[in-house]
C-alpha cells in the first residue's frame, strides 16, 4: 500500500497523518515534499502521526532523519507520533529513537510543543 | 551449470523497482509457508528488499541493459536467498558504521547494516563483475530471534 499523507491543525501544530508505507520510491518522495512544502509555508510545529505506517525500509528511516534536520535548520520542530512495533523497532536498532522526540498521546505531543 | 535443487527457485529480473517488489513478494511468501512469526517475516521481507534495493539501485543503477539474479530456497533448516547485481562491486568492509555520531543523521547508508541485523547470516561474493548476497534465515534452534 502506497503512502497517504493527511493534514489537519490542532492548536497551531499541523499534524500529518501517515498511511501505508514509506519506502523507496513508495512514500519517501511524498513525505519530502510535504516536508518541504510545510516548511516554505512558514509552519514550524509539524507532528508526524506514524500509528498507520506498517512498513518502513532503510530509504524511509533516511527520510525521517532527512525532514528531522530540514525542519531543525529551517527553525522548525518536528515530532513522531505513534509508532507501530515495526518503526519503533527500527528506530532502536538504528539507534535513530534516541534523536527523535516521540509521543504515544497526541493531546501529549500537541502540548509539547508550546 | 547445475539444475536446480528441488524446492529452490532461480530466476533473472530487470533493474527496476517493479523487480524490487518481485523479489520482497517470493521472500514474504516463502517466509509465511515457512510459519515465521510475523515479526521474523518482516525481518526476512525487509532485508531482502533492502538486498533488492541495493542490486538495483547502487549496484545496476537501473541500467536495463543488466540483470538481477535471485535465488530461494528452503533447505528444511534455513531460508536462503541470493541477490546478484552485475554492477561494479563494493567492499563491505568500507561501508561506513551507521550507528557512528558523525553518521547517525545520515540521510542513506543503513542497507547493509539492516540486512546484517535482520538475518542470521549474511555473505558477500565477488562476481567480477558484481556483488553477490546470500542471506540466511535459520529455522531451527539457531535462529536470531
Do not use: W
Not at chain 1, 532527512?66 to 527500527?90: E, F, I, P, W
Not at chain 2, 521472500?27 to 515479526?39: C, F, N, T, W
Amino acid at each position: 500500500m502506497a503512502l497517504t499523507i493527511a493534514s489537519r491543525e490542532v492548536d497551531g501544530v499541523t499534524v500529518l497523518d501517515l498511511s501505508g508505507r514509506i519506502t523507496l520510491g513508495e512514500g519517501s518522495v511524498q513525505l519530502r515534499d510535504a516536508i518541504r512544502d510545510l516548511i516554505s509555508k512558514g509552519q514550524t510545529k509539524i507532528l508526524l502521526n506514524l500509528g498507520d505506517v506498517n512498513y518502513i525500509d532503510s530509504s524511509g528511516l533516511g527520510e525521517l532523519v532527512s525532514a528531522y534536520t530540514t525542519a531543525r535548520n529551517q527553525g522548525a520542530t518536528l515530532k513522531l507520533l505513534k509508532l507501530t512495533k515495526k518503526v519503533h523497532d527500527l528506530l532502536q536498532l538504528t539507534k535513530l529513537y534516541t534523536v527523535f522526540d516521540i509521543t504515544d498521546d497526541e493531546a501529549s505531543a500537541i502540548a509539547s510543543f508550546k | 551449470m547445475n539444475a536446480p535443487l528441488p524446492g529452490r527457485r532461480s530466476f533473472e529480473l530487470s533493474s527496476t523497482m517493479e523487480s524490487v517488489c518481485e523479489i520482497e513478494a517470493a521472500a514474504e511468501k516463502m517466509a509465511e509457508e515457512a510459519g515465521l512469526s510475523e515479526d521474523e517475516r518482516f525481518h526476512v521481507t525487509m532485508a531482502v528488499r533492502e538486498a533488492a534495493v541495493n542490486a538495483v539501485l547502487h549496484g545496476n543503477e537501473y541500467d536495463p541493459g543488466r540483470k538481477i539474479g535471485v535465488g530461494i530456497e528452503n533447505t528444511g533448516k534455513s531460508l536462503v536467498f541470493t541477490i546478484a547485481d552485475q554492477g561494479s562491486g563494493f567492499i563491505p568492509e568500507e561501508v561506513p558504521d551507521p550507528l557512528a555520531p558523525e553518521n547517525l543523521m545520515r540521510g542513506t547508508g543503513r542497507g547493509i547494516f539492516l540486512i546484517r541485523q535482520l538475518m542470521d547470516e549474511v555473505h558477500f561474493r565477488q562476481l567480477h563483475p558484481g556483488t553477490e548476497l546470500t542471506l540466511v534465515k535459520h529455522l531451527g534452534p539457531d535462529k536470531k530471534t
